[in-house]
């Protein structure tokens, strides 16, 4: 026979197949009891009220039970009892439908007047329990998944540079005349052979018509040697394995977003989830960001150059890794340092509520922010008079820059 | 000049304060009275207190401001209310739909749900704080008993229209109402609001909804508009 387990704010039950109740274990009428059983529960343990249900339920003849939580059937399986998993169950969603009154008939509550103060205390003393300790752990996490997309243009360039100088040989001109290593890796894949770069084939990829016809044009008169099939091939096989971290890149990026959305959202208002998550990886976390001042946070990243300005006396850098925001780089020159000191000060105030529970104030910032800019921009639209010398890191970053696009 | 209060003159539990200065707000009833959520001002009238509702903080009360014809929460019901935030319009609901009335509040940050938890909910005995991803109702499904009369859903998403239909056809009653704030840049930044707009109704549409009306929530707030729809 089969009994269905189901997992109450106030105990749990079983039902026969024809979803009447078999046997109940209430909780203690505890609300922080409840909520770390349930909590436990969830994560598929098998507490001792759930142990004791399984062991009535048996002595009544059942020798099979269909758990909703897939991990709570795995781990009774591991005790060797005769699971399976439904969600929802009938039993569960018909208790769920009417559970102010299946607590009532339990006995476990008077009246449905108790009810409710009894399901609003498990609730706050379950979101207590999650939001204990919960955020420190995921901005680690946000911190080794920005780490990976970087690892993972790293791995995509270096490939890449290998794609290029290897397929060079049989068509080395179309290394100039495709700049995206992407549209580069997929012509390679979904065309071979130069003979191939026909103009009908290359817009069939997407490929504007004038780039086509030059393409196509370049290819038939390419200086290139030939390639045999076999050598082709291995090329090819790159360039699929190269498409496929683009898709991961893509997904990690998406991931990105949503993870900085719960954890930092107003640093993501500011510079985005991928300079944001950047920011908090460099930090060793979001408490760490948010304790430093807006002139450290200007300078994140540039550590080096900072030093080497302290000990020389030279002058220091301007910017850190914030620069990679578009307000600095398609900023004149001159205007950089207020426009970082602007943002810095912005995300200052962001990280920091983000990390002590401030509310969400991004779009109020950014707003500000942008006036500001708007300031910057009309005071100071001439270049200074004595022009400015340009530090060492600003010039590496711009290198960095350019290697990335191609 | 006196401040007074009157009732909104379409809305039950809705109301209308006129300042010293002359100036129009929307308040509720507050339900915890002599403690605010978010700074706003409390006010006593005839032995009433009132919380201003602050239509640049709440995009609710920005579409009553903007002249929705409908609000379809009302006193005793229950409210579903996905992306809770730290509460600001989540406590006004709470006022309105009042002590026999319940709100659960589904937020996924932990940053935000701590004051949501600490601030909020703690004296608000019809406010369930509820940790969990919107996306994944069956998880909460445990706590929300039978079935509610509003989803309320402001989750900044992409998405969204789709979050929202996966809740309501697990918890939302038949001719049950709908609210969703839409950003439009959380959607798609590349596409006009207003196409962000079509394209959400689109999905509203395509499961089950019939649409009521949308309101531009402009100047109170940038790109944003609130849906508001019926289930069928
Ligand atoms: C714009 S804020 C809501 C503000 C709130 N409605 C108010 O007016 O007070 C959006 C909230 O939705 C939350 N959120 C976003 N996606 C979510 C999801 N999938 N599940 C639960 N909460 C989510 C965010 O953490 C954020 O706090």
Same mark, same amino acid.
């Given at each position: 026979?089969?009994?269905?387990?189901?997992?109450?704010?106030?105990?749990?039950?079983?039902?026969?197949?024809?979803?009447?109740?078999?046997?109940?274990?209430?909780?203690?009428?505890?609300?922080?009891?409840?909520?770390?059983?349930?909590?436990?529960?969830?994560?598929?343990?098998?507490?001792?009220?759930?142990?004791?249900?399984?062991?009535?339920?048996?002595?009544?003849?059942?020798?099979?039970?269909?758990?909703?939580?897939?991990?709570?059937?795995?781990?009774?399986?591991?005790?060797?009892?005769?699971?399976?998993?439904?969600?929802?169950?009938?039993?569960?969603?018909?208790?769920?439908?009417?559970?102010?009154?299946?607590?009532?008939?339990?006995?476990?509550?008077?009246?449905?007047?108790?009810?409710?103060?009894?399901?609003?205390?498990?609730? $706050? *003393?379950?979101?207590?329990?999650? +939001? %204990?300790?919960? =955020?420190?752990?995921?901005?680690?996490?946000?911190?080794? #998944? !920005?780490?990976?997309?970087?690892?993972?243009?790293?791995?995509?360039?270096?490939?890449?540079?290998?794609?290029?100088?290897?397929?060079?040989?049989?068509?080395?001109?179309?290394?100039?005349?495709?700049?995206?290593?992407?549209?580069?890796?997929?012509?390679?894949?979904?065309?071979?052979?130069?003979?191939?770069?026909?103009?009908?084939?290359?817009?069939?990829?997407?490929?504007?018509?004038?780039?086509?016809?030059?393409?196509?044009?370049?290819?038939?008169?390419?200086?290139?040697?030939?390639?045999?099939?076999?050598?082709?091939?291995?090329?090819?096989?790159?360039?699929?394995?190269?498409?496929?971290?683009?898709?991961?890149?893509?997904?990690?990026?998406?991931?990105?977003?949503?993870? $900085? *959305?719960?954890?930092?959202?107003? +640093? %993501?208002?500011? =510079?985005?989830?991928?300079?944001?998550?950047?920011?908090? #990886? !460099?930090?060793?976390?979001?408490?760490?960001?948010?304790?430093?001042?807006?002139?450290?946070?200007?300078?994140?990243?540039?550590?080096?150059?900072?030093?080497?300005?302290?000990?020389?006396?030279?002058?220091?850098?301007?910017?850190?890794?914030?620069?990679?925001?578009?307000?600095?780089?398609?900023?004149?020159?001159?205007?950089?340092?207020?426009?970082?000191?602007?943002?810095?000060?912005?995300?200052?105030?962001?990280?920091?509520?983000?990390?002590?529970?401030?509310?969400?104030?991004?779009?109020?910032?950014?707003?500000?922010?942008?006036?500001?800019?708007?300031?910057?921009?009309?005071?100071?639209?001439?270049?200074?008079?004595?022009?400015?010398?340009?530090?060492?890191?600003?010039?590496?970053?711009?290198?960095?820059?350019?290697?990335?696009?191609? | 000049?006196?401040?007074?209060?009157?009732?909104?003159?379409?809305?039950?539990?809705?109301?209308?304060?006129?300042?010293?200065?002359?100036?129009?707000?929307?308040?509720?009833?507050?339900?915890?009275?002599?403690?605010?959520?978010?700074?706003?001002?409390?006010?006593?009238?005839?032995?009433?207190?009132?919380?201003?509702?602050?239509?640049?903080?709440?995009?609710?009360?920005?579409?009553?401001?903007?002249?929705?014809?409908?609000?379809?929460?009302?006193?005793?019901?229950?409210?579903?209310?996905?992306?809770?935030?730290?509460?600001?319009?989540?406590?006004?609901?709470?006022?309105?739909?009042?002590?026999?009335?319940?709100?659960?509040?589904?937020?996924?940050?932990?940053?935000?749900?701590?004051?949501?938890?600490?601030?909020?909910?703690?004296?608000?005995?019809?406010?369930?704080?509820?940790?969990?991803?919107?996306?994944?109702?069956?998880?909460?499904?445990?706590?929300?008993?039978?079935?509610?009369?509003?989803?309320?859903?402001?989750?900044?998403?992409?998405?969204?229209?789709?979050?929202?239909?996966?809740?309501?056809?697990?918890?939302?009653?038949?001719?049950?109402?709908?609210?969703?704030?839409?950003?439009?840049?959380?959607?798609?930044?590349?596409?006009?609001?207003?196409?962000?707009?079509?394209?959400?109704?689109?999905?509203?549409?395509?499961?089950?909804?019939?649409?009521?009306?949308?309101?531009?929530?402009?100047?109170?707030?940038?790109?944003?508009?609130?849906?508001?729809?019926?289930?069928?």
């Amino acid at each position: 026979m089969k009994a269905t387990i189901v997992k109450c704010s106030f105990g749990i039950f079983a039902f026969s197949e024809e979803n009447a109740l078999v046997e109940k274990v209430l909780f203690p009428k505890n609300p922080q009891n409840a909520a770390k059983t349930i909590t436990k529960i969830e994560s598929g343990k098998i507490v001792d009220e759930v142990a004791r249900l399984i062991k009535l339920v048996k002595k009544k003849g059942y020798d099979k039970f269909v758990f909703e939580n897939a991990n709570l059937a795995k781990e009774a399986e591991k005790l060797g009892i005769a699971t399976e998993v439904a969600k929802p169950s009938r039993a569960g969603e018909l208790v769920r439908s009417n559970m102010e009154r299946f607590a009532v008939e339990t006995g476990f509550v008077k009246n449905v007047e108790e009810f409710n103060v009894w399901t609003h205390n498990v609730t $706050m *003393e379950i979101a207590k329990l999650r +939001v %204990k300790g919960a =955020v420190e752990k995921r901005d680690l996490i946000i911190a080794q #998944a !920005i780490q990976t997309l970087d690892d993972l243009d790293k791995t995509i360039n270096l490939f890449m540079s290998r794609v290029r100088e290897w397929y060079g040989i049989h068509f080395p001109e179309l290394d100039r005349l495709v700049d995206k290593h992407e549209a580069y890796a997929r012509l390679i894949l979904e065309l071979g052979n130069r003979e191939n770069f026909t103009v009908e084939a290359l817009e069939k990829q997407d490929v504007p018509k004038s780039k086509s016809e030059q393409i196509a044009k370049t290819a038939e008169a390419s200086m290139g040697a030939d390639l045999a099939e076999a050598d082709l091939k291995q090329i090819q096989s790159l360039c699929k394995d190269v498409l496929n971290l683009y898709q991961l890149r893509e997904n990690m990026e998406k991931y990105l977003e949503t993870a $900085m *959305e719960e954890v930092a959202p107003n +640093v %993501k208002a500011i =510079v985005g989830a991928l300079l944001g998550a950047r920011l908090i #990886a !460099i930090s060793g976390g979001l408490t760490n960001l948010a304790r430093r001042p807006a002139s450290t946070i200007q300078v994140l990243g540039a550590e080096k150059a900072l030093f080497r300005a302290l000990k020389s006396g030279a002058r220091p850098p301007k910017h850190g890794i914030i620069f990679q925001h578009t307000y600095l780089h398609e900023a004149k020159k001159w205007q950089r340092g207020k426009i970082a000191r602007a943002l810095a000060g912005k995300l200052a105030i962001a990280a920091r509520s983000d990390a002590f529970g401030g509310r969400y104030i991004g779009d109020d910032l950014k707003a500000d922010l942008e006036k500001r800019l708007e300031e910057i921009r009309e005071k100071y639209t001439e270049p200074p008079q004595v022009p400015e010398k340009k530090p060492q890191q600003e010039k590496k970053w711009r290198k960095n820059k350019r290697a990335h696009k191609r | 000049m006196h401040i007074s209060v009157k009732p909104h003159p379409q809305f039950p539990a809705i109301y209308q304060v006129t300042l010293e200065d002359g100036a129009q707000r929307l308040a509720t009833r507050n339900l915890t009275p002599g403690r605010n959520v978010y700074g706003e001002r409390l006010i006593r009238f005839e032995g009433v207190e009132y919380r201003v509702w602050d239509a640049f903080r709440s995009k609710l009360a920005a579409a009553i401001n903007k002249n929705l014809k409908t609000v379809p929460i009302k006193p005793n019901h229950t409210v579903l209310y996905l992306g809770a935030a730290s509460g600001t319009t989540a406590s006004h609901v709470s006022d309105i739909v009042g002590e026999k009335g319940r709100v659960y509040c589904v937020e996924f940050a932990s940053r935000a749900i701590r004051e949501l938890v600490n601030n909020v909910c703690a004296y608000r005995v019809n406010m369930l704080p509820i940790l969990e991803d919107a996306r994944f109702p069956e998880k909460y499904a445990v706590f929300v008993s039978g079935k509610v009369d509003d989803i309320y859903c402001d989750i900044a998403q992409p998405e969204q229209a789709k979050v929202l239909a996966d809740n309501a056809d697990l918890f939302l009653k038949k001719h049950g109402w709908i609210m969703l704030a839409v950003k439009s840049q959380s959607i798609d930044v590349t596409k006009e609001p207003s196409e962000v707009y079509k394209q959400e109704t689109k999905v509203l549409k395509n499961r089950g909804f019939d649409i009521e009306e949308i309101v531009h929530l402009e100047p109170y707030d940038k790109a944003h508009a609130m849906i508001v729809a019926r289930f069928y």
